[in-house]
Nanobody, 125 residues
Framework: QVQLVESGGGLVQAGDSLKLSCAAS????????MGWFRQAPGKEREFVGG????????HFGDFVKGRFAISRDNAKTTVYLQMSRLKPEDTAVYYC??????????????????WGQGTQVTVSS
């Protein structure tokens, strides 16, 4: 059982940057592709991005348009989401998730396996 704990959310202004972290425990971190989702009030949860097990491949939801980056540090069992040029429409609860064990990064989007509790990001205009 993998436990995921997000941190780094908060209130920022439009145009600012913010870096989220997700610390994993309870499993061998490098076995899992990782990713981020978000859910805004009244909307469905949407895929933000995913990263392969060793970090060589990343991919993102269409809305990101180069504003976000995902990285991971397997030694620290942590995955990061660096967000820049934030917009009010980026306001949401951001969730960290793992894909299936030994899966590909693309599988995070459709087969999320473990979830964190979420961290709130609020972007004011």
């Amino acid at each position: 059982q993998v436990q995921l704990v997000e941190s780094g959310g908060g209130l920022v202004q439009a145009g600012d940057s913010l870096k989220l972290s997700c610390a994993a425990s309870g499993g061998t971190f490098s076995w899992y592709p990782m990713g981020w989702f978000r859910q805004a009030p009244g909307k469905e949860r949407e895929f933000v991005g995913g990263i392969s097990r060793y970090g060589e491949i990343t991919h993102f939801g269409d809305f990101v348009k180069g504003r976000f980056a995902i990285s991971r540090d397997n030694a620290k069992t942590t995955v990061y989401l660096q967000m820049s040029r934030l917009k009010p429409e980026d306001t949401a609860v951001y969730y960290c998730a793992s894909g299936p064990k030994f899966g590909a990064s693309e599988q995070v989007r459709n087969e999320p396996t473990y979830w964190g509790q979420g961290t709130q990001v609020t972007v004011s205009s």
